[in-house]
């Protein structure tokens, strides 16, 4: 079992910028997938970025140049900052972790966008 825990979350003006942070614990595999979703009031959950053991880093395209995911492997925390936020960006955002053949999430956080 892997546990995620989601902070930063909260509300910002738009142009503004947030960090949310996910502290993963329990029996995390080397070989892992952590990223970032977030689902708006009334649309499905979609994907926003995420890294792998290996490296790579994905984007949608609606955040790239805008927000950045990083991690601190010592602390098995994930990062998301999130900077030039815009009104559409206002979703709840989750942690998606996947690790030896199963998926976890976080509880999410929410995040406004509003002037």
């Known amino acids: 079992q892997v546990q995620l825990v989601e902070s930063g979350g909260g509300l910002v003006q738009p142009g503004g910028s947030l960090r949310l942070s996910c502290a993963a614990s329990?029996?995390?595999?080397?070989?892992?997938?952590m990223g970032w979703y977030r689902q708006a009031p009334g649309k499905e959950r979609e994907f926003v970025a995420s890294?792998?053991?290996?490296?790579?880093?994905n984007y949608a395209d609606s955040v790239k140049g805008r927000f950045t995911i990083s991690e601190d492997n010592a602390k098995n925390t994930v990062y998301l900052q999130m900077n030039s936020l815009k009104p559409d960006d206002t979703a709840v955002y989750y942690c998606?972790?996947?690790?030896?053949?199963?998926?976890?999430w976080g509880q999410g956080t929410q995040v406004t966008v509003s002037s």
């Open positions: 998606n972790h996947i690790s030896g053949g199963r998926e976890y």
């Open positions: 329990g029996s995390i595999f080397s070989i892992y997938v």
């Open positions: 890294t792998t053991s290996g490296g790579r880093i």
